[in-house]
């Protein structure tokens, strides 16, 4: 089975939207309203129930110039609990960039076979 979602843009990265204080780090606001939003928009399409098994992740990214690891990770924990149960259960991870005017994110998630 595949689906697939497209989330709100800009994606901010998760790295990069950070707050320092008393030596603790804390995601920024407009990082926390960003994957709130992204969240609605996830169970919006998804329908479902999340998938139990190991998934693939492919993110097509048009017209967004975040690094392919930072898109990833704010992608991935927005969907955690949504598309599948845990990231523990990603076995494979693709992030790919495409020159565009406008600006998309472009979420596939496949379940994959049981393995040993």
């Given at each position: 089975?595949k ?34 939003d992204?969240?609605w928009?996830?169970?919006l399409q998804?329908?479902?129930m ?6 693939a992740?492919?993110?097509d ?12 990770a704010?992608?991935?924990d927005?969907?955690e609990?949504i598309?599948y ?5 990603i ?26």
């Open positions: 089975m689906r697939t979602i497209i989330l709100p843009t800009p994606v901010p990265s998760k790295k990069n939207s950070r707050i320092i204080a008393k030596g603790k780090s804390f995601p920024s606001a407009a990082y926390k309203r960003w994957e709130q992204a969240r928009e996830a169970r998804w329908q479902g999340p998938l139990g098994g190991y998934v992740i492919h993110i990214a048009y017209g967004l110039r975040n690094d392919a690891d930072n898109l990833a704010s992608v991935l927005a969907l609990g598309c149960n845990n990231d523990r259960q076995e494979a991870l693709t992030v790919e960039r495409h020159k565009s005017r406008e600006k998309r994110c472009v979420v596939t998630v496949s379940d994959l076979p049981e393995h040993d």
